[in-house]
């Protein structure tokens, strides 16, 4: 069906508050990746899931940051308490079966911005 | 760990050909990813590279040494569209991690 969803498309809050973004890879896909991306730098790699679970969490930047992903599909992504530095574009990615040679694509992104 | 290297800006005129190097050094290797984003988008895949060699997809091409740790990605017959940012990325060996440069900002001009 369509491309890779995320949501919101821009997400403002206020430092100290929890967000949840959401991702919906899409159908079929059974990998799915997540990616925050700060102004004018490259991709850091958060988190990768392969069905519902994550075989690597190791990029996620510290324990106020966790996802999940719920019947092989959608997956959220987490913020506790926020702080300034979280301010970035976070992207989703999804891909038909593992990391190896399928291409990933990726959604809009949503972008947060932390006051 | 990863590191990864990629020229931070290259300007190139429509026609023309262009070539963004990348080198790496990484603890563990699988594959290397080119992504073409342009301002205010998301990545999009133009290349995977497993084995050494020249990958050739249309106007764009995709090169690996292992050995040398060195990749590059060549844009030919470059048109205004091309300006973007190409990022070059490094899959480990853990499954599903790849690493990202700060990637390389094109500027095609007439």
């Known amino acids: 069906g369509a491309g890779v969803s995320q949501s919101p498309s821009n997400k403002v809050t206020e430092k100290g508050k929890d967000v949840e973004l959401r991702c919906d890879p899409i159908?079929?896909?059974?990998?799915l990746y997540w990616y925050r991306q700060s102004l004018g730098q490259g991709l850091e790699f958060l988190i990768y899931?392969?069905?519902?679970?994550?075989?690597?969490k190791s990029g996620l930047p510290s324990d106020r940051f966790s996802a999940e992903r719920t019947g092989g599909s959608v997956s959220t992504l987490t913020i506790q308490r926020t702080q300034q530095e979280d301010s970035a574009v976070y992207l989703c990615?999804?891909?038909?079966?593992?990391?190896?040679?399928?291409?990933?694509?990726f959604g809009p992104g949503t972008r947060l911005t932390v006051l | 760990g990863q590191n990864i290297d990629q020229p931070t800006e290259m300007t190139a005129t429509e026609g023309a050909i262009v070539q963004i190097n990348c080198t790496y050094q990484?603890?563990?290797?699988?594959?290397l990813f080119w992504y073409q984003q342009h301002a205010g988008e998301a990545p999009t895949f133009l290349s995977y590279?497993?084995?050494?060699g020249l990958e050739e997809k249309g106007r764009f091409s995709s090169f690996l040494s292992r050995s040398k740790g060195y990749s590059y990605l060549l844009l030919k017959e470059l048109q205004m569209k091309d300006s973007a940012s190409y990022l070059c990325?490094?899959?480990?060996?853990?499954?599903?991690?790849?690493?990202f440069g700060d990637g390389t900002t094109l500027t095609v001009k007439p």
């Open positions: 990615a999804s891909s038909f079966s593992g990391p190896s040679t399928d291409t990933q694509y």
């Open positions: 990325a490094v899959q480990g060996t853990n499954a599903g991690k790849s690493t």
């Open positions: 159908s079929g896909h059974t990998a």
């Open positions: 990484t603890s563990g290797f699988n594959g």
């Open positions: 590279n497993v084995l050494d």
């Open positions: 899931f392969q069905g519902n679970s994550a075989p690597d």
